[in-house]
């Protein structure tokens, strides 16, 4: 069974892994550009397109979950079938945010309260990002199909490269041809449309008995796409409320004023997005697995998968425990060469370090109950969670300052993966099966 979950967790942990080493990069240019100025528009720029992207972080996961529990009861066509209808709800996505983004980026450059210099340069970030859309929400729904079909190396592959692609390009747009930020932003365009064009091709290369099962009118029917929606729906609340409350984090920032405190929570925020990252290599092995068994009905292998990934999470955990204690400042000076940011970040590493410990549970969890499709819960505990976020946040602000808003997100995270162990009853609602299938599926 660990050989299983290892075969899964390690390349969704190296994909996993580019991706806040391409924010790190990102933020890492902009520090060289303009000190605390660009390294915040970066941030607002970059919590924008959170705010849009891991809104459609849903088409991910549930694809991901429903391709699982297909390819788990043997049923190939309809792995085949997901495919599509996922791709037509990430280009219908991608269309409307083209269409829109005019309106969508005045709106969002205005609600997180970036004004003077830096909302010129977020402008000029987003007005060029954004051509990115149908190529970022595609790539949602062919690595969610991927993983759902237990294969984890081909997303790795492609992140590995798309992220090469990424860097290098940011480079020689911003420095060599003086781009600035927007060359930050156009380098991810370009890597978004390779990572696109090498994932189609690897799809096309691999899968050619799925590609002749696939039925485009059975894809499209009215009743299955109802229930790809149905899932969806749960898993799209959920992951709104969640992004809500991490841009919130980086508008708080912004709102204060003060580009020192706006900069260091930038840079700390990516300390815990790293581990983040990691951790969710677990995950996405549980949102496979978790759907693989519960297809099969498997519930025996399902619980021990469960026990040993549990595990292997925690191991993760304390592993950035110790080097956030033991490197935490050193890392930070990889960010930035500002002595006044380094010394701030120190008054807050704290908060960083203790995060893993308490944020490896509920992002575990995350992945086993969308494999389950047990999105209401999902959506449910982060509804919780969210209004202690910010009923904490709001009740502390007057007196511990930009402490109440890092308060805010442990508590945050402590009440959600108590939430959701509440909720599905200690994960004891995976295993109960009402006529013959598993009860919420």
């Given amino acids: 069974m660990n050989r299983q979950i290892l075969r899964l967790a390690i390349p969704n942990i ?17 520090g060289r550009l303009g000190g605390e100025s660009t390294i915040g528009a970066i941030a607002i720029g970059t919590a924008i397109f959170g705010f849009i992207y891991w809104n459609c972080a849903f088409i991910r996961m549930g694809t991901s979950g429903m391709t699982a529990q297909a390819y788990g009861a043997g049923d190939f066509r309809e792995t085949g079938n997901l495919l599509i209808r996922s791709l037509a709800v990430s280009l219908g996505i991608a269309l409307l945010l083209l269409i829109f983004r005019h309106h969508l980026g005045n709106f969002t450059i205005w609600a997180m309260k970036a004004g003077g210099d830096i909302k010129e340069d977020v402008a000029r970030y987003f007005f060029v990002r954004i051509w990115a859309a149908p190529a970022t929400v595609s790539l949602y729904s062919i690595h969610g199909w991927f993983i759902g079909m237990q294969n984890a190396k081909l997303p790795m592959l492609v992140a590995i490269l798309q992220n090469i692609v990424n860097v290098s390009a940011s480079i020689v747009l911003v420095f060599p041809m003086g781009m ?4 930050v932003a156009l380098g991810t365009v370009i890597s978004q449309y390779f ?15 799925i590609r002749a099962l696939i039925d485009l009118k059975a894809a499209l029917r009215t009743k299955p796409m109802l229930r790809f929606f149905d899932v969806n729906k749960d898993i799209f609340l959920r992951t709104a409320l969640n992004v809500l409350v991490y841009t919130f984090f980086t508008r708080s920032s912004a709102a204060t004023g003060d ?6 929570n930038s840079i700390l925020i990516q300390l815990f997005t790293f581990f983040s990252y990691m951790s969710d290599g677990f995950a996405y092995a549980a949102e496979a ?16 998968a469960i026990k040993y990934m549990f595990f292997w999470s925690l191991g993760i955990a304390l592993l950035f425990v110790g080097v956030y204690i033991i490197f935490g400042s050193r890392i930070v000076g990889i960010f930035t060469d500002s002595a006044e940011i380094i010394s701030t970040a120190r008054h807050y590493l704290g908060w ?3 995060v893993p410990l308490i944020g490896f549970a509920p992002f575990l969890m995350d992945g086993i109950l969308i494999g389950a499709t047990r999105t209401r ?13 910010f009923c904490v946040y709001y009740i502390f602000i007057p007196s511990l300052g930009n402490n109440a808003l890092w308060l805010a997100f ?14 599905s009853d200690r994960l004891k609602i995976l295993y109960r099966v009402e006529g013959g299938r598993p009860t919420g599926i």
């Fill in 14 to 30: 190296i994909s996993n892994i580019t991706i806040p080493i391409l924010g790190m990069a990102d933020t890492a240019i902009a």
């Fill in 180 to 183: 600035g930020i927007a060359g």
């Fill in 195 to 209: 990572g696109l064009g090498l994932s189609c091709l690897l799809w096309f290369m691999r899968y050619r008995e």
């Fill in 259 to 264: 580009l020192l405190i706006l900069a260091t």
């Fill in 289 to 304: 697995i978790t759907g693989r068994f519960t297809g099969a009905r498997d519930f025996f292998r399902l619980r021990k």
């Fill in 352 to 354: 960083v370090i203790i």
């Fill in 377 to 389: 819960i999902l959506r449910n505990s982060m509804f919780i969670a969210a209004a202690a976020f």
């Fill in 410 to 423: 442990v508590v945050f995270l402590v009440v959600r993966g108590v939430s959701q162990y509440t909720l």
